[in-house]
Nanobody
Framework: VELVESGGGSVQSGGSLRLSCVSS????????MGWFRQAPGKGREGVAT???????TYANSVKGRFTISRDNAKNTLYLQMNSLKPEDTAMYYC???????????????????????????WGQGTQVNVSS
């Protein structure tokens, strides 16, 4: 399975970006996929998840500003980021949950914060820089 993130860039505070994550080779990736980010010197944190049953979760810090969506026909996961803040600066990664039953993956997908250890398939990431 390969995940390829894109769409990052440099914007000013208040700006918008849309990230994309294209997956290949794993039909189960439609069960649960998510966006995560890692700032310099910090651990990876969950940003948003999307379950194949339509469920979504968001970190409190991005609620109301970010929207996760997917196009299963294109095997693509998106993250629309509006009202960006300097603290959103990070490398953004997408990942998916594998293993276990479909029901267990969907249940894990609803947990907040997401269980990062159950996600994998990380791509190279896409850098987001927000200046004040």
């Amino acid at each position: 399975v390969e995940l390829v993130e894109s769409g990052g860039g440099s914007v000013q505070s208040g700006g918008s970006l849309r990230l994309s994550c294209v997956s290949s080779g794993y039909t189960g990736s439609t069960d649960c996929m998510g966006w995560f980010r890692q700032a310099p010197g910090k651990g990876r944190e969950g940003v948003a998840t999307s379950g194949g049953d339509g469920s979504t979760t968001y970190a409190n810090s991005v609620k109301g500003r970010f929207t996760i969506s997917r196009d299963n026909a294109k095997n693509t996961l998106y993250l629309q980021m509006n009202s960006l803040k300097p603290e959103d600066t990070a490398m953004y990664y997408c990942g998916y949950i594998s293993g276990g039953s479909i029901l267990s993956r969907l249940a894990l997908c609803r947990q907040t914060p997401p269980v990062i250890e159950r996600f994998g398939g990380w791509g190279q990431g896409t850098q987001v820089n927000v200046s004040s």
